[in-house]
T-cell receptor, first 112, second 113 residues
């Protein structure tokens, strides 16, 4: 069966520090991969999605970036965090663009 | 463009009450529709889905019917339990390559005993 792993579960980082969140999927090949952010009272915001290695689409221009170095690995990064980057970050995968998404357990990021 | 609108919460109910969470959508073509549930501190889980008009998705006592004529996908449950307390998200897939699910803002449900 397919599983998705996302870490760390919680993270507290100072303003201006770098960020790296990692997500891996097991049990499937060539999945679509997604990063969402959930800020308080704002629902889910799609940040990035990828349909293949090295293919990244950005939905929201900001100081975050994403990379897909391997088929089942998706990384969310920042060189310098802002206070506004605080939130709950969710990684997800799907088989196709129209298939249901399967979410990881999320990372709670607090920028202080 | 495609969008999802769901009723704002929080929705507060007593145990065994009837639940309706409204969801309407705007889309071109023939989207698929989903309801996701998020329990406190966790990621989202697929609750149910419907892929074409008049389909009814159901799971764990929850139901939603894909109504093309009213562009709606309202979530219902006949008798809620305390364990149903969570945030519920309505979502739409445009069924086009290279696109991602579009989510509503979520509705918080709180059920008391």
């Amino acid at each position: 069966s397919q599983t998705i792993h996302q870490w760390p579960a919680t993270l507290v980082q100072p303003v201006g520090s770098p960020l790296s969140l990692e997500c891996t999927v097991e049990g499937t090949s060539n999945p679509n991969l997604y990063w969402y952010r959930q800020a308080a009272g704002r629902g889910l915001q799609l940040l990035f999605y990828s349909v293949g290695i090295g293919q990244i689409s950005s939905e929201v221009p900001q100081n975050l970036s994403a990379s897909r170095p391997q088929d089942r690995q998706f990384i969310l990064s920042s060189k310098k965090l802002l206070l506004s980057d605080s939130g709950f970050y969710l990684c997800a995968w799907s088989s196709t663009s129209s298939s249901p998404l399967h979410f990881g357990n999320g990372t709670r990021l607090t920028v202080t | 463009g495609n969008s999802v609108t769901q009723m704002e919460g929080p929705v507060t109910l007593s145990e065994e009450a009837f639940l309706t969470i409204n969801c309407t959508y705007t889309a071109t073509g023939y989207p698929s529709l989903f309801w996701y549930v998020q329990y406190p501190g966790e990621g989202l889980q697929l609750l149910l889905k419907a892929t074409k008009a008049d389909d009814k998705g159901s799971n764990k006592g929850f139901e939603a019917t894909y109504r093309k004529e009213t562009t709606s996908f309202h979530l219902e449950k006949g008798s809620v339990q305390v364990s149903d307390s969570a945030v519920y998200f309505c979502a739409l897939s445009a069924n086009q390559a290279g696109t991602a699910l579009i989510f509503g803002k979520g509705t918080t449900l709180s059920v008391s005993s």
